[in-house]
């Protein structure tokens, strides 16, 4: 509906607030002003991911600008996440980026200029504001990547990324102009309203969606077009990594899923087909090239492949011989997975920072060796971590492995689910060989473990959140199942 109340664009309004601010005190007080920037950061993304989850629980949709923008329950709910996990991305990266000198404004200015657009890429409501959404992200990344200019491998990891990413907007962007000639509109509703009508020319339209999804993929990190996730998780400085393979995560499942469903639901059949090479494609390759990986933060850039490989067979499961009678339910558990996948990746690189100090990068998997004699508490949340990231239960893993494999079961695509099933097996072999090394093994470094105690707590909740979403695992579900019916499917 429409509506004049300003009120569910408040938490946006106060992230933009913040950014001037931060801003302003970094331009007047310089250096001596970094501690008051990365507060500010880190307490209004924190008030913001509070706000959102209050309006998560709004039944109601609202519309601005236009129609260019919606706020719904779906909208909040994943705002308050990718909000949510920059705040803790924040507190985990402090003494990390202290330790480098890359304490500076420009990480937390750039981090939330790409905060930003996660939340517009989330509420986008038309095929160009989806799209200023992903460049204003994006670009940001790209330079905060860079932000170590001493480091030639961190600039190479910022140009792959930039050069890849500027291919993959430029896919995005022609599929979006083939759609809008064939349509003749960029309002998500309207495109569907056209397409339903069956006067559209099929065939032109049917190129623009799959320019459209290889956009899609690309920022998932969906196999063939994931060349760029290895290089740039290794090459980045492990708090610029985090940002990359944090948040910007979710909101590309948010993204993909506002094109493929609020705009080009009608072709389903067509653009699930593409998804069902992507999906397999990803878990083959994600988690068979991973078991040789030697470097950590590329080896859970494989994960990273294979998991978005899972969130992929939600997607695809949706729509069954031409009705979204179960689309609610698919969706869900595909939103399910990308939030608690986030979840296990902010722990994964909080404790992969936490091991590396000055002048020392934790790269090599053997970097973890001894970890439970060098800190028990920090070695078993790591175990947990790599239990739920493997599918143990009754960790959240399992669970959000098993919803989207019940998902893609009921679509009718067993092979598929056998196939997930099988290369899960091999992936969770280098998740138990972390746990291997860290609790049997020698350490090879006995050099006390530094941070800071709202890391520690940040990290322990990080922990128990794991394990409370994987014995409680109801809440979550029904509330992304409740979102994507209020939000996608009301009628």
């Keep these: ?7 569910p664009l408040l938490p946006d309004a106060l992230l933009m607030l913040a950014v001037v601010v931060a801003w302003l005190n970094d331009t007047f007080a310089g250096d001596a002003g970094r501690k008051l920037t990365a507060g500010i950061a880190l307490f209004s993304t924190l008030i913001a991911a509070v706000w959102y989850g209050v309006l998560a629980t709004d039944p109601h ?26 705040a803790v991305s924040i507190v985990y990266s402090r003494k990390y980026l202290e330790a480098r000198d890359l304490f500076r404004a420009d990480y937390y200015l750039l981090g939330m200029f790409s905060l930003l657009g996660q939340l517009v890429m989330i509420s986008g409501n038309n095929f160009l504001t989806l799209y200023l959404g992903l460049e204003l992200m994006s670009l940001s990344l790209y330079a905060v990547i860079a932000l170590r200019k001493t480091s030639p491998v961190a600039n190479e990891a910022a140009m792959k990324y930039y050069v890849l990413g500027a291919i993959a907007s430029g896919f995005t962007l022609y599929g979006i102009s083939m759609v809008y000639g064939a349509t003749g509109s960029l309002d998500l509703g309207e ?18 969606v799959i320019f459209i999804v290889a956009g899609i993929a690309f920022k998932m990190g969906a196999v063939p077009f994931h060349m760029w996730v290895p290089d740039v998780y290794q090459g980045a ?32 059949v067509d653009w699930q087909q593409m998804l069902v090479i992507l999906a397999a494609l990803s878990l083959i390759v994600g988690n068979i090239t991973g078991i040789v990986q030697k470097n950590v933060k590329r080896m859970l850039a494989y994960s990273a492949i294979a998991n978005m490989g899972f969130v992929l067979l939600g997607l695809l499961s949706g729509v069954i011989d031409g009705k979204a009678l179960g689309a609610a339910d698919a969706y869900g558990s595909a939103t399910f997975y990308g939030i608690t996948y986030l979840l296990t990746t902010l722990g994964t690189f909080g404790i992969v920072m936490l091991i590396s100090r000055r002048d020392f990068e934790a790269d090599n998997i053997d970097d973890l060796k001894g970890l439970m004699k060098r800190s028990p508490v920090f070695g078993l949340v790591m175990t947990l971590f790599m239990f739920s990231l493997a599918g143990i239960p009754p960790l959240v893993g399992f669970y959000a492995k098993l919803s989207v494999l019940t998902a893609t079961m009921n679509a009718g695509l067993t092979w598929l689910t056998v196939l997930a099933v099988i290369t899960s097996l091999f992936g969770a072999f280098y998740y138990l060989r972390i746990v291997k090394l860290m609790w049997f093994d020698e350490p ?46 009301k009628l």
Aim: hydrophobic share 55%.
């Design 1 to 7: 509906m429409q509506n004049a109340n300003i009120y």
């Design 61 to 86: 949709t609202y519309y601005f600008f236009t129609n260019m923008y919606v706020v719904d329950p779906f909208a909040n709910l994943m705002k308050a996440f990718v909000t949510l996990a920059y």
């Design 191 to 208: 495109v569907f309203r056209a397409i339903s009508s069956g006067r559209i020319d099929t065939a032109v339209l049917l190129f623009g």
């Design 237 to 268: 400085p492990t708090a610029m990594t985090l940002l990359v393979g944090g948040g910007p995560k979710l909101a590309a499942f948010s993204w993909g899923l506002r094109f493929l469903v609020v705009g080009l639901l009608p072709l389903a």
């Design 444 to 489: 090879v470094d006995t050099s006390p473990l530094e941070t800071t105690l709202c890391a520690q707590a940040f990290m322990l909740l990080n922990g128990l959140a794991i394990i409370a979403l994987g014995i409680f695992p109801g809440a979550l579900m029904t509330l992304c199942q409740h979102a994507l019916q209020l939000s996608f499917f």
